[in-house]
């Protein structure tokens, strides 16, 4: 009885403990016992843990059965120096302690003698976790120095790790992390700590504060079952551990080279006859560390102030592969086409739109004169539309095939610059602090930078990112199991576009004298040209832009932790807490590229003023479609992370470790600095409000397009979209600050618990074999900066209206329809947060030549994970039937919504061998079989997208709508007070009811005749 009542002793002392303090550190513990020549304990002897390079001591006494811990310890190498009364002094050095680890060193024996004389032994590494209790890996300093990775990226090194997927991580030059997959664990799900303070500045599955490899001393990386002291994942937590001073000056300076001429040509190249392609990187860089003192006045002994600093420079240059584009010729410009060939003997004959009859080959009554549209009839602003692409440079028709005419390749100058500078400061015996800054930045200066599609001009557009990051910890000592580790945090990351005075004017209006007006010319303050199409020739020069443009985006992230740690006898509690802030911030973004305007100049057969090709439409001024959007906002999700922790790790007997420990998470949910976000609720949404939709439908045995109200007759081109004033066209959508509602347009899940649990057990007592099992419950409250941040797009913040077949000069302020109100995304209001439950079994056995088994059974079992689903589309076959014409969906009015769901299950194995040799060999065997549930995705798009088929295991689109036709008829009956949020009552009551008719399967027929029914 005795085990269990210590057991509950101890949950209990957790759950106050975690109620009175509320932090995640890069630290570890160092466990041992000192013992005498015949194995009793050593009541009282002095052991001092002495670091290696920087002379930093402890001290504590051995306890009354001889145990003691070193707690919250700064990873490094370490001599442990034992003294007592009546034995020799023992020394063991090389005691390598490695971040988030809990070493335990086993018995220390002394030798009967005086204090005087001194006993000195090596430590020989041993990756047996007796003391340890969650399935984690190392990169020591070693495999750091000699290890090669692609780019110097040190993520490329986790694919030596059992369970991480070869997911081709690691870029081909530093910049920001992108952590891998591991044990079956979407990467999203990650998190990555430097220095115990969080890197993910943006999101979770990358990391925005790269440290280059020669400032890293070693990571370590925590894949399952991992104690309640690291949190804000589901997945791997990577902890990297920067390098810091010692007391001597120690400095290198290096250079890698990347070339084409030390690689093999390709077996096709070769073939061809094609020469290798250029391919070259180059990285210097350099770095130093050392003691900074005063000789005879400050730091004289060289044990108290530490710097180290480094830096990598990378003045990259990437070629750019040929691309070829079809650019308006000189005579085109002139409005004239007596040249402009589709092929060989095959002119682009050039419709007059003002004159009745065909214009083909064999009868050519409504085509321009000798394909020449005369001077007087075009239009001025549209022709200068023209002068923007540059003039043809690829001519050779023997080569070119008609395809195109225009070519340009060049390179892009992408220089990289990493700098870091860590400064360790020991204050006193009691008081630890250190802090580190480090910076990042890069260019990308071409035509191909990040985010510009125009990569034929009409300007080089740099893109530029920085990535600094500060922080420090302060460590304090009350007393040898006392100790208070508080570490604060500041990551920033910016991203530009930089254009040049002369390069903002080639893309603004005013340098070719263009004054084409806007219908919400606030959007446009720089004046810049309209995004411009044209289906309908070959490999069209466009002119189109990221929404953002010019893009200035910033995200802030700011963290503080804060961790006590006390050992009472066999037991070492620890109770903390972690707080972080981060907003992300996307300026002036529309979504796309209508907020300048955007012409498509292309052909349609149903365009009574088609010319029959793109570019004389533009000469004249005729568009087919002109879109424009009505606003810009400023993108801004704001993540909050609350978590908390206690955890005891009890030495259960000699030989046995239990860890135990309960997380606390308050699962916080994203919200909109600015409230600029709207979010579509199916609950919200009202039959009564629907806006009517143009739709087909027969006069005699043709086939037209009616007003459903009037019965008038329109465009073809106007099925499906939205009769103007037919009803709401926000019907059912929720804006963030609508009062008796979240701001964030979702509900918090409140306190959510994990608890954790392990055992290690070492059954033969001499070190070399352990027997660990765990698991735990690990929640992952970060979402991705997107998934609140697309709600931005939504309507009514931005409208895209759309107006078909007219004038340029008549374009702004024109009667542009909408088309049912595409989603980019939107957010299940009461959506759970994404959970996985971790658990392991695995035995670890030192043999032969130090070679380590590690045979285990990892499990990762996740729940409520992420997926998009689209909640109002029909299936290809059903639009084909009487019952659903086109253009109706199960949502009148709305038009395909991709809903964000945390709904889907996913199971995960990974089984694997670890067979280590400390010095020369490393084997390592694994096989991982996660469940195929991929992040589905489904197209967006008006009414005439056909969507993908129902994904496997989930159910058919007919159910979907089926369930939704039930739950229209739901809302007529309860009426709209009873329409609120998804906390009512009663809705919960017919949530339940669905999801009991969910759960079985009916037969094909029975579908089709319930949704016969409900239709």
Not at 225 to 242: K, Q, R
Not at 667 to 686: C, E, G, I, M, Y
């Amino acid at each position: 009885m005795y085990l269990p009542h210590r057991l509950l002793l101890c949950l209990a002392l957790l759950v106050v403990c975690a109620g009175i303090l509320c932090g995640q550190t890069a630290t570890g513990t160092l466990t041992g016992r000192v013992v005498d020549p015949s194995g009793a304990a050593v009541v009282g002897a002095e052991v001092r843990l002495i670091n290696q390079h920087t002379r930093d001591t402890r001290r504590l006494l051995s306890d009354a059965e001889g145990d003691f811990v070193f707690s919250d310890v700064h990873p490094g190498t370490f001599m442990i120096a034992v003294k007592a009364d009546g034995f020799k002094q023992l020394e063991r050095t090389n005691v390598n302690l490695s971040p988030s680890d809990r070493l335990a060193t086993g018995d220390l024996r002394l030798e009967v003698g005086t204090v005087a004389e001194t006993v000195e032994v090596t430590a020989v590494g041993s990756p047996i976790q007796t003391a340890s209790t969650e399935r984690s890996s190392l990169i020591d300093s070693k495999q750091m120095t000699e290890l090669m990775a692609k780019g110097r990226d040190v993520m490329a090194l986790l694919q030596l790790l059992p369970g991480v997927v070869d997911d081709a991580t690691g870029s081909e030059t530093l910049g920001q992390f992108q952590t891998p997959t591991v044990g079956g664990v979407r990467q999203y799900y990650n998190a990555l700590n430097i220095d115990g303070i969080s890197g993910n500045t943006a999101r979770g599955r990358t990391a925005e504060s790269p440290i280059n490899m020669d400032a890293i001393s070693e990571v370590k990386v925590l894949t399952n079952s991992y104690p309640a002291e690291y949190g804000t994942a589901a997945g791997m937590v990577i902890n990297l551990v920067t390098k810091g001073g010692t007391q001597k000056f120690r400095g290198s300076a290096y250079y890698y080279n990347r070339n084409e001429a030390y690689n093999a040509n390709t077996f096709f190249n070769n073939r061809q006859s094609v020469l290798r392609q250029r391919y070259r990187y180059n990285t210097s860089g350099y770095n130093l560390g050392g003691p900074i003192y005063w000789p005879n006045h400050f730091n004289t002994n060289k044990q108290k102030l530490f710097f180290f600093f480094s830096q990598e420079i990378l003045p990259n240059q990437s070629p750019n592969s040929l691309r070829t584009y079809t650019v308006p010729t000189e005579l085109e410009r002139k409005g004239d086409f007596s040249q402009s060939y589709r092929a060989a003997n095959s002119l682009y004959l050039v419709k007059d739109p003002l004159v009745a009859g065909n214009c083909t080959t064999t009868d050519k009554t409504a085509c321009f004169a000798n394909n020449m549209i005369p001077a007087a009839r075009l239009d001025a602003n549209s022709a200068k539309l023209l002068t923007v692409f540059p003039l043809p440079n690829a001519t050779d028709l023997a080569v070119t095939k008609y395809a195109y005419n225009f070519q340009i390749a060049g390179s892009q100058d992408i220089p990289v610059m990493q700098e870091i500078l860590r400064v360790d400061y020991n204050i006193s015996d009691k008081a630890r602090l250190w802090v580190r800054g480090s910076g990042f930045s890069s260019e990308n200066r071409g035509l191909t930078s990040a985010a510009i599609q125009n990569q034929w001009g009409p300007a080089p557009v740099g893109y530029a990112q920085t990535m600094p990051n500060i922080g420090g910890t302060f460590t304090y000592i009350f007393s040898p199991t006392l100790v208070n580790e508080a570490t604060v945090g500041l990551n920033l990351w910016t991203e530009n576009q930089k254009l040049t005075k002369e390069g903002l004017a080639a893309y603004q209006r005013t340098t070719y004298g263009i004054n084409i007006p806007q219908t919400y010319p606030k959007d446009n303050p720089l004046g810049l040209l309209p995004a411009m199409s044209f289906s309908g020739v070959s490999s069209p020069a466009q002119i189109t832009y990221d929404g953002r443009f010019p893009m200035v985006d910033d995200s802030t992230a700011l963290s503080f932790s804060d961790g006590l740690s006390k050992v009472v006898r066999n037991h070492q509690f620890k109770v903390g807490m972690l707080v972080q802030h981060v907003q992300y911030n996307q300026y002036h973004q529309a979504g796309g590229a209508n907020f300048p305007g955007n012409f498509n100049f292309g052909t349609s057969s149903s365009n009574p003023l088609d010319t029959a090709y793109p570019y004389a439409n533009a000469f004249l001024g005729i568009y087919q479609t002109y879109t424009e959007a009505t606003n810009r906002v400023d993108y801004a999700p704001v993540t909050r992370i609350a978590e908390w922790y206690a955890q005891d790790s009890w030495r259960v007997r000699r030989r046995v470790t239990m860890d135990v420990g309960l997380r606390f998470t308050w699962a916080l949910p994203q919200t909109p600095a600015n409230k600029q976000a709207a979010n579509f609720v199916p609950s919200l949404w009202d039959p009564a409000k629907a806006p009517k939709l143009y739709r087909p439908a027969k006069s005699g045995s043709a086939n037209v397009t009616i007003n459903p109200i009037t019965g008038a007759t329109v465009l073809a081109v106007y099925s499906g979209l939205l009769v103007p004033n037919s009803g709401d066209p926000t019907n059912g959508v929720l804006v963030s600050g609508t009062k008796g509602y979240p701001d964030a347009l979702v509900y918090s899940n409140g306190i959510l618990y994990a608890p954790r649990f392990g055992l290690a057990w070492d059954p033969f007592g001499n070190g070399k074999t352990a027997i660990r099992f765990g698991g735990g419950f690990f929640y992952n409250p970060r979402a991705d900066a997107g998934a609140l941040g697309n709600l931005s797009f939504n309507p009514p913040l931005i409208f895209n209206p759309t107006a078909y077949y007219g004038y340029v000069a008549q374009a702004a302020n024109s009667s542009g329809l909408l088309s049912p109100s595409s989603f980019s995304r939107t957010l299940d209001m009461h959506g759970k947060t994404v959970t996985a439950y971790h658990a392991h079994f695995g035995v670890q056995r030192q043999v032969i030549f130090g070679t380590v088994v590690d045979v285990s059974y990892v499990g990762s079992f996740g729940r409520h994970l992420g997926e998009n689903t689209q909640i109002n589309h029909c299936e290809p076959a059903l639009r084909q039937g009487s019952a659903i014409r086109r253009g109706l969906h199960p949502l009148e009015g709305p038009g395909l919504c991709r809903r964000r769901q945390h709904s889907r299950s996913k199971r995960p194995l990974q089984r694997g061998r670890h067979v280590p040799e400390p010095e020369n060999l490393e084997l390592r065997a694994v096989v991982v079989r996660p469940a195929q549930h991929p992040d589905v995705q489904f197209p967006v798009g008006g009414p005439e997208t056909q969507p993908r088929a129902a994904e496997p295991g989930g159910e058919s689109s007919v159910r979907q709508l089926a369930d939704l036709r039930h739950y229209q008829l739901h809302q007529r009956r309860t009426g709209p007070h009873q329409r609120g949020h998804f906390a009512q009552p009663q809705h919960h009551r017919r949530r339940r009811r669905l999801a009991a008719h969910h759960d079985r399967q009916p037969h094909p027929a029975e579908e089709q005749a319930h949704l016969r029914r409900i239709l």
